[in-house]
Structures are given as C-alpha cells and as structure tokens.
C-alpha cells in the first residue's frame, strides 16, 4: 500500500484546512484508515480513524472542529479540519490499519499562526 497525503499548509488562528490522502496498491483487508500527528517535540498521537464500516473516533482535542470522511471509489481519505487553533500545528499523517499491520504515508505539514 502507498499512501499520498497532501492539503497541508499555512493558516491563521480560526482558519480552515482540507488534507487528503489517497491509497494505492494492495488495500485487500484494510480495517481502518486515519491521521495521526506530530508536533514538534512530541510523540505522534491521533487525531481520528475511520473503519470500513463507517465508525468514527476523535481525539478529544479536535472533536468538534475536524471531520473525517472518504471517498470510496477514490480510496481517499480527508480530514476537514475547521476553528483551527496553533496547538494543532503539526505533521500530519496517514495511515491504514489491516490484518497485516499498518503503515504510516508521508507526512504532509499544516502551520497555524496565531
């Protein structure tokens, strides 16, 4: 599986961001997909998965502010990211999750400014 992350960049305290990832290759038994983000410094932590089955889950810390959605037929991924706050600047990443492990794509690097 190759993953292709991009939609990161520069934005203001409040602004908006659409990152999106596209998966290639054998994705036969992904269970979940999801980005995950690091900042500098700090350990990668999540942000929100999406399982084939539709299910969603957060970090508290953007509940309410990101939404993460797909397009099936595209085998992407989004994260619409929304009320954007600097402590949300970071590497963003994708990821899959399957039977077989998971794998992480390129990161793709969105900046609030306060």
Known sequence: VQLQASGGGLVQTGGSLRLSCTASGNIVGV???GWYRQA???QRELVA???TAGLTNYADSVKGRFTISRNIAKNTLYLQMNSLKPEDTAVYFCNVAAAWGMKYGQGTLVTVSS
């Open 31 to 33: 269970r979940a997909r």
């Open 49 to 51: 998965t999406l399982t």
């Open 40 to 42: 500098p410094g700090k």
